[in-house]
Nanobody, 116 residues
Framework: QVQLVESGGGLVQPGGSLRLSCAAS????????MSWYRRPPGKERELVAA????????NYADSVKGRFTISRDNAKNTVYLQMNSLKPEDTAVYYC?????????WGKGTLVTVSS
């Protein structure tokens, strides 16, 4: 079983930046596809970005392309989400997910609030 702990959320002004981290334990991190999801207030959870197990392939939601970057450090068992040019509509709880062979594990989330 994989345990995931997100960190790095907080309050930021529009146009600002944050970097989220998700630390994994309990399994071989490099075997898992890692993803970031978010749940805006009053809305459904949505995929933000994903990265392949070896880190070579990524994909992004259209709403964050060009502003967010997902990366991973398999030596540190950590996946990151660099968020730049943040907008109020990026306000959400951000979740980390690991996936392998149809099994998904989720972290508890970290809150990002973009407001002046």
């Amino acid at each position: 079983q994989v345990q995931l702990v997100e960190s790095g959320g907080g309050l930021v002004q529009p146009g600002g930046s944050l970097r989220l981290s998700c630390a994994a334990s309990g399994a071989t991190f490099s075997n898992y596809v890692m993803s970031w999801y978010r749940r805006p207030p009053g809305k459904e959870r949505e995929l933000v970005a994903a990265i392949a197990s070896a880190g070579g392939s990524t994909n992004y939601a259209d709403s964050v392309k060009g502003r967010f970057t997902i990366s991973r450090d398999n030596a540190k068992n950590t996946v990151y989400l660099q968020m730049n040019s943040l907008k109020p509509e990026d306000t959400a709880v951000y979740y980390c997910k690991s996936s392998r062979w149809g099994l998904d594990y989720w972290g508890k989330g970290t809150l990002v609030t973009v407001s002046s």
